[in-house]
């Protein structure tokens, strides 16, 4: 309880403080490269971006079906995305550069990397917007299957609440198997926010991470948006 409480004061410091200013890279990387291929190349389309917080920290959480997922996340929410991602990704060419330039930061799959757990809460306490694939890692039908609690932790840590999304279809258009990206439409759904666990407890961690991937997969049912 008084862990809880020392998070609540701490976000009631930050919760009406702006967010940090995109810088000139991720400006020019989310409007010259991922904005023409979101919206033209992938037919992209964003529903729910109301329930995007504009100031105060917030942990996005998403499903994982391919490489594309990082940069068109980071446009589409609106405002300045840092990511937890895998360190794999940051030697892939060009989209290690591009990740990184859009505030991506490695975490080693599999191990318990507290230095990226202190990163990223040090950036929510800053109110960032982090960034975070619930299952750690690519699935090949793009749906949370074995969601991991790192992202309810660090809600639990800093106060922050959580934003659950779903993209839908990255997984066909740039999948885990290799072949030739389809030019097949990306739309994303922008689920309400979820509260932090009220403390770090197992059992608080687990039914809030149940919750994001309940709700995600929920969004993930609805398919491509018609309207």
Not at 70 to 75: S, V
Not at 154 to 162: H, P
Not at 195 to 224: C, F, V
Request: charged letters at 20%; a positive charge; hydrophobic letters at 40%.
């Amino acid at each position: 309880m008084i862990a809880s409480k020392k998070m609540s004061h701490k976000n009631a410091n930050t919760k009406n403080q702006k967010p940090p200013q995109a810088s000139i890279i991720y400006l020019i990387i989310s409007y010259c490269i991922v904005f023409p291929i979101f919206r033209v190349l992938l037919r992209g389309r964003v529903t729910g971006q109301n329930n995007v917080p504009q100031i105060g920290p917030i942990v996005v959480v998403a499903n994982h079906g391919s490489h594309l997922d990082p940069p068109l996340l980071g446009h589409a929410l609106g405002r300045p995305l840092a990511f937890m991602a895998k360190q794999e990704l940051f030697s892939i060419p060009v989209l290690g550069q591009i990740i990184q330039a859009c505030g991506a930061y490695p975490v080693h799959r599999g191990a318990s990397d507290r230095a990226a757990i202190r990163t990223a809460s040090n950036r929510l306490n800053e109110n960032w917007a982090i960034g975070v694939f619930l299952d750690g890692t690519r699935q090949k039908d793009g749906r949370i299957i074995k969601p991991m609690p790192g992202a309810a932790l660090l809600a639990a840590r800093t106060g922050a609440s959580l934003l659950p999304v779903a993209i839908v279809n990255s997984h066909r258009v740039l999948g885990t198997r290799k072949g030739l990206p389809r030019l097949l439409p990306i739309h994303l759904r922008i689920g309400k926010t979820i509260p932090p666990p009220e403390n770090r407890n197992k059992e608080d961690l687990k039914a809030t991470t149940e919750k994001l991937k309940n709700d995600i997969n929920s969004l993930l049912d609805l398919g491509i948006i018609n309207n």
